[in-house]
């Protein structure tokens, strides 16, 4: 404690000088500043500068990353060049590390790497200007981001109580798999068609004027069998909800030998799939709702995207025939899509939900507990797990995760699941970021901005404070599963949200649920032909059929069933 303030003073007396502490000096060659230009990214460059040490040879240490993974520091920095030399040292109080400060490294060799994620300055439209990583078409991993760079991996002895400093060059941008050619952007990637998947993305205007420059929508459509053959049939459409989908088929739709057998056998009602490549310059994904912080998404989606998408493929704009699917954050994004949207969507399919009631925000109870990382007995204080196995084990607990996400990015610029969250739940602060739902250092909770998570994302209280208006156009058209050992403790909210569902009347909820004993992340149901498996895809998808098949309005043409 003593030794830490310290240097704290020593850095403050005697700016720049740091021969009593190890410290690493990056540097950024003018090559990879202009390549970062030549991308379309600002220059000079605005972002954070991370130092990675891992022992392990095998990857590059920025690969190793995570709550569970090797040390890093970072730093941010401003307006840097080729003649600019970022110092990251201890007692810097501009740098942020996890887990371990770097005096508590222990000596020995280490195979050291820099990194730099990218910026890019958003003029938003409500009057905040805010320094943000912009997607790139990677889904906000800015380990691995396109536009980022990096250092060569350079192998050096390092020993915390001996000062010394530690030269490292960022040389190497990362680069798209594809040729940027004019007019193209980086944002929701660029992928090329396939007979069967196509790939669309479009600008959005409303999202656009939010963040004060163009900013894109993408879909992976996979179209149904017979779709060139048949000019004259509309289909039914899955919006299958979930991360970003990358260039692949739509999230969860991994075509084996037995979804191609659904996917092409007599009998079966055909639909088109659709996952939305919707990543922001907080996550992987907008979460399919309008944001304070993240945007006009929701109405994006709704208003202009769909729309489009309908325009442009045979498909059925009918509530009926867009059913909606997804797990874990894509459970959470089809359930509040169909309570948002409760006159756009039809029959929805919602898996391992995140938080659905945040009276167990995961573990936490954001409106009677005092902190988020403790639970507090009086004389004993227990950290508060975030992850577990299916026996029970804890994996990491809800303040490591958010120490790794505020060493990753102050400021909800993590790209970090606790960071998402807030930049979707909460509202804008002072400084143009979102009001944190706690304090990330100590845990303490902000009562005011858990009010607010309430009246606008808590999807339990919703349901149950608007039952008179959104009831009669969702009975019986929502189905919820989750395993009782879910890994991250989602199903403790949906026990709340079965339990008020229950007591719904006029008209009665006929909300469905399936709990999995054992079950943790990622589990959807039983097998209906094997009562030892998990349900599969093509399981899902015949009984999805089924259901259309039965449920289908009276008078509408059935050609999709061929």
């Known amino acids: ?98 887990p371990i400060d770097l005096s508590d490294l222990p000596a020995g060799e280490y195979f050291v790497q820099a990194l730099i994620n990218v910026y890019t300055t958003f003029n938003r439209a409500d009057g905040h200007t805010i320094l943000m990583h912009d997607d790139t078409g990677d889904g906000q991993w800015f380990w691995e981001s396109i536009g980022n760079a990096t250092s060569k991996t350079k192998k050096v002895y390092l020993d915390p109580a001996n000062p010394g400093s530690v030269e490292l060059a960022i040389t190497e941008v990362i680069m798209p798999d594809y040729d940027l050619e004019p007019g193209m952007v980086l944002q929701q990637g660029n992928y090329t068609d396939t007979e069967w998947v196509k790939y669309v993305k479009i600008k959005s205007d409303v999202v656009s004027e939010f963040w004060g420059k163009d900013m894109y929508i993408g879909a992976n459509v996979l ?51 659709v996952s939305f490549r919707d990543a922001t310059p907080y996550y992987d994904t907008s979460y399919s709702v309008d944001s304070e912080n993240s945007g006009p998404y929701g109405t994006a989606i709704t ?13 059925i ?81 809800v303040k490591q995760e958010n120490y790794y996400e505020m060493a990753a990015g102050p400021s909800n610029r993590s790209g970090g699941q606790w960071s998402v969250w807030e930049s979707t739940y909460s509202p804008v602060g002072v400084d143009g970021f979102p009001q ?14 858990a009010e607010y998570w309430k009246e606008n994302f808590d999807l339990n209280y919703i349901l149950q404070e608007n039952w008179e208006e959104i009831g009669p156009k969702i009975a019986g058209d929502v189905h919820v599963a989750v395993g009782d050992m879910d890994n991250y403790y989602l199903n403790e909210a949906v026990y709340l949200l079965k339990a008020a569902m229950e007591k719904m009347e006029n008209p009665v909820s006929d909300m469905t649920f399936d709990f999995g004993p054992n079950q943790g992340h990622g589990w959807k149901g039983w097998s209906p032909t094997d009562p030892n498996k998990a349900l599969a895809l093509q399981e899902w998808l015949l009984q999805l059929s089924d259901y259309m098949k039965e449920n289908v309005p009276e008078g509408v043409e059935t050609d999709w069933i061929y």
């Open 303 to 315: 208003e202009e995207f769909i729309p489009y998408l309908e325009s442009q493929f045979r498909m």
């Open 436 to 449: 944190p739902i706690w304090d990330q250092i100590t845990g303490e909770i902000n009562k005011d901005v």
């Open 223 to 273: 179209l149904p069998e017979g779709y060139y053959d048949n000019p004259d049939v509309y289909y039914p459409v899955i919006y299958y909800q979930g991360h970003f989908p990358g260039g692949g088929a739509p999230v969860g739709f991994r075509v084996d030998n037995d979804v191609y057998k659904f996917w092409t056998e007599d009998g079966n009602a055909r639909f088109i799939a």
């Open 1 to 98: 404690m003593f030794r830490k303030g310290f240097v704290a003073l020593f850095v403050i007396l005697f700016v720049g000088f740091t021969a009593f502490s190890l410290t690493f000096e990056v540097s950024m060659s003018q090559e990879a500043i202009d390549t970062v230009a030549s991308l379309g990214l600002e220059t000079p460059i605005n972002g954070r500068v991370f130092v990675i040490v891992s022992k392990d040879s095998s990857s590059e240490p920025s690969m190793q990353t995570d709550v569970r993974g090797v040390p890093f520091w970072g730093k941010d920095v401003f307006k840097m060049t080729s003649e600019s030399v970022v110092k990251i040292s201890d007692g810097d109080m501009a740098v942020a590390g996890y």
């Open 317 to 397: 704009p009918e509530k009926w025939a867009r059913v909606l699917a997804g797990g874990s954050t894509g459970g959470w994004e089809a359930l509040a899509m169909k309570v948002f949207y409760p006159d756009f969507f039809g029959r929805t399919y919602v898996w391992y939900p995140d938080a659905v009631d945040f009276n167990y925000y995961q573990l936490i109870n954001i409106y009677n507990d005092d902190n988020a990382y403790y639970s507090d007995f009086g004389w004993v204080k227990t950290e508060r797990p975030s992850a577990r196995d299916t026996h029970g084990n804890i994996r990491f607990t």
